[in-house]
């Protein structure tokens, strides 16, 4: 079994839906990630948190340290939010990555 | 600041040659790792480097590989001889170690071995 899960791997949706995107893990974390791959293939940090809720513009991340679970949420969502999401997680600075959410954005 | 800067950002080469990736980080970060991404495996660690130093290399998949840190503006990770399976994304990222984990992605070199 892997460390990190993420499900589902694979999310089509309509423009202005509300998307979430599920990330678990077995292991224990300093801090989870969030990052963003577009089509062109680099590879953006949304959000590093430990415990909690972020909020940035339309996105939304939430963390349950006991049930060992993130969500990535996108509100409004947008076809330029088309990407590959991908959940971290880590102590001190090594890093286990999930097999990341192929999210689509039809307009 | 110009980012994480890595190069080639393509490279192409036959099998049993010798491959070398560049990686510049941004200045004051003292962490750097080197990153694999494959369809097969996504992304995996290879190897990150604290003040030039390497601290933890597990992820390197083998004597083949090897990477070095000569000071806090250059990186370089090494494959000799290439082989295939070593054709994936590498992936050079810094942060700053201290309070903010954040990482910095470089845009990736991707390498075709043929």
């Known amino acids: 079994k892997n460390e990190v899960e993420q499900s589902p791997q694979n999310l089509t949706a309509q423009e202005g839906e509300f998307i979430t995107i599920n990330c678990s893990y077995s292991?224990?974390?300093?801090?989870l990630h969030w990052l963003q791959q577009h089509p062109g293939g680099g590879i953006v940090s949304l959000f590093m948190?430990?415990?909690g809720k972020k909020k940035h513009g339309r996105l939304i991340a939430t963390i349950n340290i006991q049930e060992k679970h993130s969500s990535l949420h996108i509100t409004a969502s947008h076809p330029r939010d088309s990407a590959v999401y991908i959940c971290?997680?880590?102590?001190?600075?090594?890093?286990?990555f999930g097999q990341g959410t192929r999210l689509t954005i039809n307009p | 600041d110009a980012g994480v800067i890595q190069s080639p950002r393509h490279e192409v080469t036959e099998m049993g040659q010798e491959v070398t990736l560049r990686c510049k980080p941004i200045?004051?970060?003292?962490?750097l790792f080197w990153y694999r991404q494959t369809m097969m495996r996504g992304l995996e660690l290879l190897i990150y480097?604290?003040?030039?130093?390497?601290?933890?290399d597990s992820g390197m998949p083998e004597d083949r590989f090897s990477a070095k840190m000569p000071n806090a503006s250059f990186s370089t990770l090494k494959i000799q001889p290439s082989e295939p399976r070593d054709s994936a994304v590498y992936f050079c990222?810094?942060?700053?170690?201290?309070?903010?984990?954040?990482?910095?992605f470089g845009p990736g070199t991707r390498l075709t071995v043929t």
């Open positions: 480097f604290n003040n030039n130093v390497p601290i933890d």
């Open positions: 990222a810094t942060s700053t170690g201290t309070g903010d984990l954040e990482q910095y």
């Open positions: 292991v224990g974390i300093s801090a």
């Open positions: 948190l430990s415990s």
């Open positions: 200045s004051g970060h003292d962490y």
């Open positions: 971290a997680v880590g102590g001190a600075q090594k890093l286990v």
